[in-house]
């Protein structure tokens, strides 16, 4: 039996920079077309959890999310707190990478990698 979950209703936003980070590395790598990103949280990190990003196939237990015309799944425990986090691509001074802004968040640390919900 299948609980894959599939919603029209974004669970995580991408910003179009980060949309467009993401399809730059799809194109510079083939393995990755048909791929999904995956983002979870694990725990570790100064403040307790830390996200994660990869490309990956889809489970039959995870929930499924549009993002533009990029799929992002997620398992139902990731999902949970990662629900209604805006993920944007930043590009700056001090450095490149993904950010996450998640308003489960009850603080997180300085470099923004980890935090505590």
């Not at 039996?1 to 993401?22: F, R, W, Y």
């Not at 950010?99 to 300085?110: D, E, F, Q």
């Amino acid at each position: 039996m299948s609980t894959l979950v599939e919603t029209n209703t974004p669970v995580v936003t991408l910003t179009d920079n980060a949309i467009a980070k993401l399809k730059a590395f799809i194109a510079a790598d083939a393995t990755l077309v048909g791929k999904s990103l995956r983002m979870y949280v694990q725990e570790g990190g100064c403040s307790g959890m830390e996200y994660g990003f990869g490309f990956d196939d889809q489970k039959e237990t995870d929930i499924v999310s549009a993002a533009g015309d990029l799929k992002v799944v997620m398992d139902p425990d990731s999902m949970k707190v990662l629900k209604g986090s805006v993920v944007d691509y930043v590009e700056s001074i001090e450095g490149e990478g993904f950010s996450v802004s998640n308003p489960n968040a009850s603080k997180s640390c300085g470099c923004g990698h980890s935090f505590h919900a």
